[in-house]
C-alpha cells in the first residue's frame, strides 16, 4: 500500500504524520528544513516555536483552549505528550521548554516505526501517484509551493502579518524593582503561583513609555505586503497603542491581581515575563509582539523598571503569514475540494495558534489513515473544540455566492464562541444565574460536554484514556 505524505514538520504536520502512523498507515514526512530556511524558524528540528513558548490555559473545565488540550491528550497527542514532558512553570498556562520540547518531538517521529523523514523542499504540487498527501506547511509556505496552491484553487493570496516578543537573559533583570508572581496568585501545570516576573510602571513612566512606541521606528513593509490585515489576537504592541493610550493597560499591561512587594504605590501598569527555557535564564515579554526596529527595541523596552540593564537573547521580529479561503476551499474531512487526495492541516486552513494548528493535523492524520485503511471515521461532535474548529475553517463565514474579493474569513484561536448554544445555567431552585456567575457555569457546561462527546466519539472514556 502507498504512503501518506505529509509536507511539513510543524506543530501540525507533526502530529498528522504520528495521528497516522500510529492508526497504522505508512507515512513520508517531508521537511525543507535545514536544506531551506524562512525567515522565522532557526534550526531543522520538528516542530520549532518560533513565536511564544506557551500553548496558552491549560484549564480544561473553563476555558476552550484548555479543553482542546485535554481532547489532544485523549486522542493521544504527540504534541500534548511532549508539552507536558517538557512543562515549564507559567501560572494557569503551559508554557514549555522550547528546546527539550522540539527535541522531544524530532526524536519520536525519528524513532518511529512507520514514519520516515525526508529532507528537501517540496516545490510544487504533488504528483498524482502520491494518492493521500496532508500539506501542513504553516504560514511560512515556501514561495513556489504557495504559489502553485494558487494556482490550483484560483484563489487571491490571503495574509497577515504575525510578531514575534523579544526574550531577555534572567540575570539581567533587576529584581529589587520586578517580582514574581502570577496574576492573583494562580498556579498552573508546573507551576508555584509566583511564575511570572513583573515590572510596575506608574502612570507617568507608562505614558512615556506610550509615547516611545509610538515614535519609535517600525519596520517599512514592501509595497506588496502594505494593506495585510494583522491576526487581532496578535496585534504588535504599538498598533495596540495607536488604538487609544489605555490599550494596552487593558491588555497585555494591565494591573489587576498584582501587588508590587517593592512599593507601597499600586501598579499603574505592569509587564509580565514568562519564563521561556527548563533552566530559567531566558523569559520572554508577555504579548509584547512588536515591528519596532531592532536598536529602537533596545531603547524603549530598556525604559521599563527592571530592565534598564536588559540582556536580549532575542529581539521582536514581524513576518507575514498566508491562510487559504478554507469555507470555500476545502471539506469537513480537511480536503481541498478540487483535488480530494489533497488535505491541509495547520495555520495555512485560518486557525490561529499552536494547539489549534497541531489539533487540525491531529484530524488531518486521522482522516487520511482512516481512508486509506478503508476504516469508518465519522466528523467530530460539533460541540467538541476539534470540531468547533473544523466548523470555523470550513462552516458558513461566506456563502458561495459572495465573491471572493469581500470575503470576511479570518484567522481565529479555539474559543466557546465557535461552540454551539447551551441551555442557560440555573442554580439548584431553578432559578436563572446572572451576570459572572452565568458566565463561568455555561463555560464549565460546555467544557465539560465537549470532553464527555470527544471521548464517545474516540469510543472511549476521558477515565480510561487519562489513566
Same mark, same amino acid.
Given at each position: 500500500?502507498?504512503?501518506?505524505?505529509?509536507?511539513?514538520?510543524?506543530?501540525?504536520?507533526?502530529?498528522?504524520a504520528?495521528?497516522?502512523?500510529?492508526?497504522?498507515?505508512?507515512?513520508?514526512?517531508?521537511?525543507?528544513?535545514?536544506?531551506?530556511?524562512?525567515?522565522? %524558524?532557526?534550526?531543522?528540528?520538528?516542530?520549532?516555536?518560533?513565536?511564544?513558548?506557551?500553548f496558552?490555559?491549560?484549564?480544561?473545565?473553563?476555558?476552550a483552549?484548555?479543553?482542546? %488540550?485535554?481532547?489532544?491528550?485523549?486522542?493521544?497527542? +504527540?504534541?500534548?505528550?511532549? /508539552?507536558? /514532558? %517538557?512543562?515549564?512553570?507559567?501560572?494557569?498556562?503551559?508554557?514549555?521548554?522550547?528546546?527539550? &520540547?522540539?527535541?522531544?518531538?524530532?526524536?519520536?517521529?525519528?524513532?518511529?516505526?512507520?514514519?520516515?523523514?525526508?529532507?528537501?523542499?517540496?516545490?510544487?504540487?504533488?504528483?498524482?501517484?502520491?494518492?493521500?498527501v496532508?500539506?501542513?506547511?504553516?504560514?511560512?509556505?515556501?514561495?513556489?509551493?504557495s504559489?502553485?496552491?494558487?494556482?490550483?484553487?484560483?484563489? #487571491?493570496?490571503? /495574509?497577515?502579518?504575525?510578531?514575534?516578543?523579544p526574550?531577555?537573559?534572567?540575570?539581567?533583570?533587576?529584581?529589587?524593582?520586578?517580582?514574581?508572581?502570577?496574576?492573583?496568585?494562580?498556579?498552573?501545570? @508546573?507551576?508555584?503561583?509566583?511564575?511570572?516576573?513583573?515590572?510596575?510602571?506608574?502612570?507617568?513612566?507608562?505614558? /512615556? &513609555?506610550?509615547?516611545?512606541?509610538?515614535?519609535? #521606528?517600525?519596520?517599512?513593509?514592501?509595497?506588496?505586503?502594505?494593506?495585510?490585515?494583522?491576526?487581532e489576537?496578535?496585534?504588535?504592541?504599538?498598533?495596540?497603542a495607536?488604538? @487609544?493610550?489605555?490599550? +494596552?493597560?487593558f491588555?497585555?499591561?494591565?494591573?489587576?491581581?498584582?501587588?508590587?512587594?517593592?512599593?507601597?504605590?499600586k501598579?499603574?501598569?505592569?509587564?509580565? +515575563?514568562?519564563?521561556?527555557?527548563?533552566?530559567?535564564?531566558? &523569559?520572554?515579554?508577555?504579548?509584547?509582539?512588536?515591528k519596532?526596529?531592532?536598536?529602537?527595541?533596545?531603547?524603549?523596552?530598556?525604559?521599563?523598571?527592571?530592565?534598564?540593564?536588559?540582556?536580549?537573547?532575542?529581539?521582536?521580529?514581524?513576518?507575514?503569514?498566508?491562510?487559504?479561503?478554507?469555507?470555500?476551499?476545502?471539506?469537513?474531512?480537511?480536503?481541498?475540494? #478540487?483535488?480530494?487526495?489533497?488535505? &491541509?492541516?495547520?495555520?495555512?486552513?485560518?486557525?490561529?495558534?499552536?494547539?489549534?494548528?497541531?489539533?487540525?493535523?491531529?484530524?488531518?492524520?486521522r482522516?487520511?489513515?482512516?481512508?486509506h485503511?478503508?476504516?469508518? $471515521?465519522?466528523?467530530?461532535?460539533?460541540?467538541?473544540?476539534?470540531?468547533?474548529?473544523?466548523? %470555523?475553517?470550513?462552516?458558513?463565514?461566506?456563502?458561495?455566492?459572495?465573491?471572493?474579493?469581500?470575503?470576511?474569513?479570518?484567522?481565529?484561536?479555539?474559543?466557546?464562541?465557535?461552540?454551539?448554544?447551551?441551555?442557560?445555567?440555573?442554580?439548584?431552585?431553578?432559578?436563572?444565574?446572572? *451576570?459572572? $456567575?452565568?458566565?463561568?457555569?455555561?463555560?464549565?457546561?460546555?467544557a465539560?460536554?465537549?470532553? $464527555?462527546?470527544?471521548?464517545?466519539?474516540? *469510543?472511549?472514556?476521558s477515565?480510561?484514556?487519562?489513566?
Amino acid at each position: 500500500m502507498k504512503p501518506i505524505h505529509v509536507i511539513g514538520a510543524g506543530l501540525a504536520g507533526s502530529e498528522a504524520a504520528w495521528q497516522a502512523a500510529e492508526a497504522g498507515a505508512e507515512v513520508i514526512l517531508h521537511e525543507m528544513r535545514p536544506k531551506r530556511g524562512t525567515d522565522a %524558524h532557526h534550526t531543522g528540528k520538528c516542530a520549532e516555536l518560533v513565536c511564544s513558548n506557551s500553548f496558552r490555559s491549560d484549564d480544561h473545565e473553563r476555558n476552550a483552549v484548555g479543553v482542546l %488540550h485535554q481532547e489532544m491528550r485523549l486522542a493521544g497527542s +504527540l504534541i500534548m505528550s511532549a /508539552a507536558d /514532558a %517538557h512543562k515549564l512553570p507559567a501560572g494557569g498556562a503551559l508554557a514549555v521548554d522550547r528546546e527539550g &520540547f522540539s527535541e522531544e518531538v524530532t526524536k519520536r517521529i525519528s524513532n518511529h516505526p512507520r514514519i520516515q523523514v525526508k529532507l528537501g523542499e517540496v516545490t510544487a504540487l504533488p504528483p498524482e501517484d502520491w494518492a493521500s498527501v496532508i500539506i501542513a506547511t504553516g504560514p511560512l509556505t515556501s514561495p513556489a509551493l504557495s504559489e502553485a496552491i494558487s494556482e490550483l484553487t484560483g484563489e #487571491e493570496d490571503l /495574509a497577515f502579518f504575525d510578531a514575534i516578543a523579544p526574550i531577555v537573559h534572567r540575570e539581567s533583570i533587576d529584581m529589587s524593582k520586578a517580582w514574581f508572581q502570577s496574576r492573583y496568585d494562580k498556579a498552573g501545570p @508546573g507551576g508555584t503561583g509566583a511564575d511570572y516576573i513583573n515590572c510596575a510602571l506608574d502612570e507617568d513612566q507608562y505614558n /512615556a &513609555f506610550i509615547d516611545a512606541l509610538l515614535e519609535g #521606528e517600525k519596520t517599512e513593509f514592501k509595497e506588496w505586503e502594505k494593506g495585510t490585515p494583522y491576526f487581532e489576537g496578535c496585534l504588535p504592541i504599538e498598533v495596540m497603542a495607536e488604538r @487609544g493610550r489605555e490599550t +494596552l493597560r487593558f491588555g497585555p499591561m494591565k494591573p489587576v491581581g498584582l501587588t508590587n512587594p517593592n512599593s507601597d504605590d499600586k501598579p499603574y501598569a505592569v509587564i509580565q +515575563l514568562r519564563q521561556d527555557n527548563a533552566l530559567g535564564t531566558l &523569559f520572554n515579554i508577555v504579548g509584547f509582539q512588536t515591528k519596532l526596529k531592532y536598536g529602537e527595541q533596545s531603547r524603549i523596552f530598556k525604559t521599563i523598571p527592571g530592565l534598564e540593564g536588559a540582556e536580549f537573547a532575542r529581539l521582536g521580529g514581524i513576518h507575514r503569514n498566508t491562510f487559504l479561503n478554507s469555507p470555500r476551499l476545502i471539506t469537513e474531512r480537511l480536503q481541498l475540494k #478540487e483535488r480530494p487526495a489533497l488535505r &491541509f492541516a495547520g495555520q495555512i486552513t485560518g486557525v490561529e495558534g499552536y494547539v489549534e494548528s497541531a489539533a487540525t493535523g491531529l484530524l488531518a492524520g486521522r482522516f487520511a489513515a482512516a481512508e486509506h485503511l478503508g476504516q469508518p $471515521q465519522e466528523l467530530p461532535p460539533q460541540t467538541s473544540a476539534h470540531g468547533a474548529l473544523i466548523g %470555523h475553517i470550513t462552516g458558513g463565514h461566506i456563502s458561495e455566492q459572495t465573491s471572493s474579493k469581500s470575503r470576511s474569513f479570518q484567522p481565529m484561536n479555539v474559543n466557546f464562541g465557535l461552540f454551539p448554544e447551551i441551555p442557560a445555567p440555573k442554580t439548584q431552585d431553578g432559578k436563572r444565574l446572572r *451576570g459572572k $456567575q452565568r458566565g463561568v457555569a455555561r463555560k464549565q457546561l460546555q467544557a465539560a460536554r465537549a470532553l $464527555q462527546d470527544f471521548a464517545a466519539w474516540l *469510543g472511549t472514556t476521558s477515565e480510561d484514556k487519562a489513566a
